[in-house]
C-alpha cells in the first residue's frame, strides 16, 4: 500500500487538480484568491492595464458573475466556487490584479475602505493596544473609538510624525500601529521606513498597517517599505468616479491573508460581484487620471500659495517635510489644503466655487472643495479638533481632471468673491491672457 499523503503533498494536489477562469490551478473555494507574488513584469501603468484572464469566450473584460451559487459537480462539492459569499470569480481576478499593482502576495476586496479596517482591526483581542496619529480620517477616528469602548482595545494617539513619540508608546501589548500618510486635513508626513524598523525591532509582534488612501499604489507602496497590511479606499483613486464604495486590503504574509479571509467569509463584507467590475474598470485608468491630477494640482497649490495662502501640499518645496515625503513617494498626490485664518470667509469661499462641487471625499475625476472640520471630520469632536491643532478656518481641495485654466479661474472668482484677494485689473488679464497669473494678494 502506497504511503500515506502528507498535508503538503495533499494541498499540492489539490492545487494542481482545477485550472480556474485564469488558467491558474487552484484548490477548492475557499482558496487563497491571489496565492502569488505579485512580482511585477511592465511599468506600473501598463501593469494597471493588462490582465491575462483566460475567460471561456476571451472577453477582454472579465464578466460580471451575478451569481450567489454555484453548481457542484459531485455530492460533496469541492468545486472552486460554491458561493459568493466565500468566492466569486470576479472579485477573484480583482484581487488578484491588486495583489499585482500593490506588490503583495495576497488582496482582499471589500465593500468599503472602513470595511477594510473592520476586517483587519478584527485581528486585535481585548487588551491589546494600538498607536495610531492624531491627524486621522473621521471614520478611523470613530472605528477605533467603538473599538476603545466596546473591545477593551487600548488606542494610543500619537503625533506620528514624530517617529520619537512612536517609539516610547511601544511596549509588548502593542499589536499595531497604524498609519496614514499624508494625514488629511493637514498633510502632515508619516516616516513609514522608520516607524516599520522601530515597531518590529521593539516588538516583533507588533503589525504595522499603513491606510495607502491617499497617494494609491500608483505613488507609494507601504508593503516595499516594511509594513505588513496596507489598505485603501477603493471609492476614492482606484475607482476614480465616485460611484462605487469598496475597500483593499493587501499583505504579503499567508497566515495574516488568510485570518482576514476568515473574517470577510464570516461575516460576508466581500466586495459584490458587480462592484469589483466597476472597481476592476475604474482601475485601468488609475495612472493617467492620478498624473492629470496631480499635474492640476501641483499648479492650483502652487497659485495659492504665490497670493499669500498657508498652504499644505507635499509638491511644494515649502512642506516642512518635503524630503521625507519624496524619499518614500513616487508622487505629491491630488489632495491639498489651504487656510485663510477666517471661517466665515472659507465658508464664503467653499460656497462660491461653481467648477469645484461642495463634496467630502477624494479621488474622483472631477475637483471637490471641502470644509474638513464641518463635513469630512465632524464626527472628531471640536475639542479633540481643538487639541489636534485642525484649524476650523481650513479648506481642503481634492483635484480632478479638469482643464487647470478653468480650475484656477473657478478658485480665483470665489476668491475674489468672497472677498479673500482683491480683484484688480490683473484679474482680468489672467482671464484673457493665456497664461497670465494675477498679481492680486491674500487680504
Ligand atoms: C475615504 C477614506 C477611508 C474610508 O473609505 P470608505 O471607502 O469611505 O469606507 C479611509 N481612509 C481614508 C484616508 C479615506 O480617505
Same mark, same amino acid.
Not at 63 to 77: C, D, E, L, M
Not at 201 to 210: D, F, H, I
Not at 232 to 254: F, R
Not at 337 to 348: G, K
Given at each position: 500500500?502506497?504511503?500515506?499523503?502528507?498535508?503538503?503533498?495533499? @494541498?499540492?494536489?489539490?492545487?494542481? @487538480?482545477?485550472?480556474?477562469?485564469?488558467?491558474?490551478?487552484?484548490?477548492?473555494?475557499?482558496?487563497?484568491?491571489?496565492?502569488?507574488?505579485?512580482?511585477?513584469?511592465?511599468?506600473?501603468?501598463?501593469?494597471?492595464? !493588462?490582465?491575462?484572464?483566460?475567460?471561456?469566450?476571451?472577453? *477582454?473584460?472579465?464578466?460580471?458573475?451575478?451569481?450567489?451559487?454555484?453548481? =457542484?459537480?459531485?455530492? #460533496?462539492?469541492?468545486?472552486? !466556487?460554491?458561493?459568493?459569499?466565500?468566492?466569486?470569480?470576479?472579485?477573484?481576478?480583482?484581487?488578484?490584479?491588486?495583489?499585482?499593482?500593490?506588490?503583495?502576495?495576497?488582496?482582499?476586496?471589500?465593500?468599503?475602505?472602513?470595511?477594510?479596517?473592520?476586517?483587519?482591526?478584527?485581528?486585535?483581542?481585548?487588551?491589546?493596544?494600538?498607536?495610531?496619529?492624531?491627524?486621522?480620517?473621521?471614520?478611523?477616528?470613530?472605528?477605533?473609538?467603538?473599538?476603545?469602548?466596546?473591545?477593551?482595545?487600548?488606542?494610543?494617539?500619537?503625533?506620528?510624525?514624530?517617529?520619537?513619540?512612536?517609539?516610547?508608546?511601544?511596549?509588548?501589548?502593542?499589536?499595531?500601529?497604524?498609519?496614514?500618510?499624508?494625514?488629511?486635513?493637514?498633510?502632515?508626513?508619516?516616516?513609514?521606513?522608520?516607524?516599520?524598523?522601530?515597531?518590529?525591532?521593539?516588538? *516583533?509582534?507588533?503589525?504595522?498597517?499603513?491606510?495607502?488612501?491617499?497617494?494609491?499604489?500608483?505613488?507609494?507602496?507601504?508593503?516595499?517599505?516594511?509594513?505588513?497590511?496596507?489598505?485603501?479606499?477603493?471609492?476614492? !483613486?482606484?475607482?476614480?468616479?465616485?460611484?462605487?464604495?469598496?475597500?483593499?486590503?493587501?499583505?504579503?504574509?499567508?497566515?495574516?491573508?488568510?485570518?482576514?479571509?476568515?473574517?470577510?467569509?464570516?461575516?460576508?463584507?466581500?466586495?459584490?460581484?458587480?462592484?469589483?467590475?466597476?472597481?476592476?474598470?475604474?482601475?485601468?485608468?488609475?495612472?493617467?487620471?492620478?498624473?492629470? =491630477?496631480? @499635474?492640476?494640482?501641483?499648479?492650483?497649490?502652487?497659485?495659492?500659495?504665490?497670493?499669500?495662502?498657508?498652504?499644505?501640499?507635499?509638491?511644494?518645496? *515649502?512642506?516642512?517635510?518635503?524630503?521625507?515625503?519624496? @524619499?518614500?513617494?513616487?508622487?505629491?498626490?491630488?489632495?491639498?489644503?489651504?487656510?485663510? =485664518?477666517?471661517?466665515?470667509?472659507?465658508?464664503?469661499?467653499?460656497?462660491?466655487?461653481?467648477?469645484?462641487?461642495?463634496?467630502?471625499?477624494?479621488?474622483?475625476?472631477?475637483?471637490?472643495? #471641502?470644509?474638513?472640520?464641518?463635513?469630512?471630520?465632524?464626527?472628531?469632536?471640536?475639542?479633540?479638533?481643538?487639541?489636534? =491643532?485642525?484649524?476650523?478656518?481650513?479648506?481642503?481641495?481634492?483635484?480632478?481632471?479638469?482643464?487647470?485654466?478653468?480650475?484656477?479661474?473657478?478658485?480665483?472668482?470665489?476668491?475674489?468673491?468672497?472677498?479673500?484677494?482683491?480683484?484688480?485689473?490683473?484679474?482680468?488679464?489672467?482671464?484673457?491672457?493665456?497664461?497670465?497669473?494675477?498679481?492680486?494678494?491674500?487680504?
Amino acid at each position: 500500500m502506497a504511503a500515506p499523503q502528507t498535508p503538503a503533498q495533499a @494541498s499540492k494536489k489539490a492545487l494542481l @487538480s482545477r485550472v480556474d477562469l485564469d488558467g491558474h490551478a487552484l484548490p477548492p473555494s475557499p482558496a487563497p484568491s491571489s496565492p502569488h507574488p505579485g512580482a511585477r513584469r511592465y511599468a506600473l501603468a501598463t501593469e494597471l492595464v !493588462y490582465t491575462d484572464s483566460k475567460d471561456q469566450y476571451g472577453a *477582454s473584460s472579465i464578466p460580471i458573475y451575478q451569481s450567489a451559487t454555484f453548481k =457542484q459537480t459531485s455530492s #460533496s462539492g469541492g468545486n472552486e !466556487y460554491d458561493y459568493t459569499r466565500s468566492g466569486n470569480p470576479t472579485r477573484t481576478h480583482l484581487e488578484r490584479h491588486m495583489a499585482k499593482i500593490m506588490n503583495a502576495n495576497r488582496a482582499l476586496a471589500v465593500g468599503s475602505g472602513m470595511g477594510a479596517l473592520d476586517v483587519i482591526t478584527r485581528l486585535l483581542k481585548p487588551g491589546d493596544e494600538v498607536i495610531t496619529g492624531d491627524d486621522l480620517y473621521g471614520g478611523t477616528n470613530r472605528l477605533l473609538t467603538y473599538l476603545k469602548n466596546n473591545q477593551g482595545v487600548i488606542v494610543h494617539h500619537v503625533d506620528s510624525t514624530n517617529v520619537d513619540r512612536v517609539k516610547e508608546a511601544i511596549t509588548d501589548k502593542t499589536a499595531m500601529v497604524l498609519l496614514e500618510t499624508p494625514t488629511n486635513p493637514l498633510i502632515k508626513i508619516v516616516d513609514i521606513v522608520s516607524i516599520a524598523r522601530i515597531s518590529h525591532e521593539a516588538n *516583533s509582534k507588533a503589525l504595522v498597517v499603513v491606510d495607502n488612501t491617499m497617494l494609491s499604489p500608483m505613488l507609494l507602496n507601504p508593503l516595499d517599505l516594511g509594513a505588513d497590511i496596507v489598505y485603501e479606499s477603493g471609492t476614492k !483613486y482606484l475607482s476614480g468616479h465616485h460611484d462605487i464604495m469598496a475597500g483593499i486590503i493587501a499583505c504579503n504574509n499567508p497566515e495574516l491573508g488568510d485570518k482576514m479571509y476568515f473574517t470577510i467569509n464570516s461575516t460576508g463584507c466581500g466586495l459584490s460581484p458587480n462592484d469589483s467590475f466597476l472597481l476592476m474598470r475604474g482601475v485601468k485608468t488609475l495612472a493617467i487620471r492620478m498624473e492629470r =491630477q496631480q @499635474s492640476n494640482a501641483q499648479r492650483i497649490a502652487e497659485y495659492l500659495e504665490e497670493h499669500g495662502f498657508k498652504v499644505r501640499y507635499p509638491g511644494l518645496k *515649502s512642506h516642512p517635510q518635503y524630503d521625507l515625503h519624496w @524619499s518614500m513617494a513616487r508622487g505629491a498626490g491630488a489632495v491639498l489644503s489651504f487656510e485663510t =485664518q477666517d471661517v466665515a470667509l472659507s465658508e464664503r469661499i467653499v460656497e462660491a466655487a461653481r467648477l469645484w462641487g461642495i463634496s467630502v471625499s477624494f479621488g474622483c475625476v472631477n475637483s471637490l472643495i #471641502s470644509m474638513p472640520c464641518r463635513m469630512s471630520h465632524a464626527s472628531i469632536d471640536a475639542k479633540t479638533r481643538q487639541e489636534r =491643532q485642525m484649524p476650523e478656518d481650513i479648506i481642503r481641495l481634492c483635484v480632478g481632471i479638469e482643464d487647470v485654466e478653468d480650475l484656477i479661474d473657478d478658485l480665483r472668482n470665489a476668491l475674489i468673491q468672497a472677498g479673500a484677494i482683491t480683484f484688480t485689473i490683473d484679474d482680468i488679464h489672467a482671464k484673457n491672457v493665456d497664461g497670465e497669473e494675477s498679481s492680486s494678494s491674500a487680504a
